[in-house]
């Protein structure tokens, strides 16, 4: 048969810088499952609002949200897991998003990426972000990243870490029936009421 034809790069454009592109999608492709029974959900929602693009990926475990800053019309389109990592290669310079119909068009650097959108309707997540939330801690990530590492050693199948929050310090612990149990202990900036949650430290 024929080989496909190129659709023609047409809809509303929207100018990103690539290195911003590739942040959102290291921040949130890990979440996106290629294997989800939602099609929707093997993709990222990509909301370009105001002088703001957001990206958005949930496996319905987890939810991960990244922004950046853009220019250009309003759009809010779910861009593919395949999309995201060709993107993801060929990225350079400065990004210009075309919204079509049923296509996206990425152009970087003299080149142009063409992607089917995904038809649906993507998770309302954020009825699940508080809205009034006035508690927020600042921690070094790496260290954050080498604790979580340690603890998961012990934990259970289901990673199950316990985040222990208090003014100027956070604990990590948790627990295996076969293993024992582990805590780190480290500084934090934050002063607000002490809190405990429970999380997937995988």
Same mark, same amino acid.
């Given at each position: ?7 023609? *790069? ?18 949130? =492709? ?21 002088? *703001? ?16 800053? =853009? ?25 210009? *998003? ?12 003299? =080149? ?37 590492? =340690?603890?998961?050693? *012990? ?48």
């Amino acid at each position: 048969g024929d080989f496909p034809r190129q659709p023609k *790069v047409k809809g509303k454009s929207s100018a990103i810088d690539a290195d911003a592109v590739l942040q959102l999608i290291a921040r949130t =492709r890990y979440v996106v499952n290629a294997n989800a029974s939602k099609f929707v959900m093997k993709g990222t929602l990509l909301t370009l609002g105001g002088r *703001v693009a957001a990206m958005v990926a949930t496996d319905s475990r987890r939810l991960a949200l990244a922004t950046a800053s =853009r220019t250009g019309p309003d759009a809010r389109f779910i861009v593919p897991a395949k999309a995201l990592d060709a993107l993801a290669e060929c990225l350079n310079g400065d990004c210009e *998003v075309t919204v079509g119909d049923r296509h996206l068009f990425f152009s970087s650097a003299g =080149r142009l990426l063409v992607s089917r959108t995904l038809e649906g309707e993507f998770p309302k997540y954020e009825r699940i972000i508080p809205k009034d939330n006035s508690l927020a801690l600042t921690v070094d990530r790496m260290d954050l990243a080498a604790a979580l590492q =340690r603890i998961n050693l *012990v934990s259970e199948t289901n990673c199950a870490v316990y985040f222990d929050i208090r003014p100027g310090q956070l604990t990590l612990s948790s627990n295996s029936t076969e293993v024992g149990s582990a805590d780190e202990v480290g500084p934090i900036a934050y002063d607000g009421q002490p809190l405990k949650v429970c999380i997937n430290g995988g």
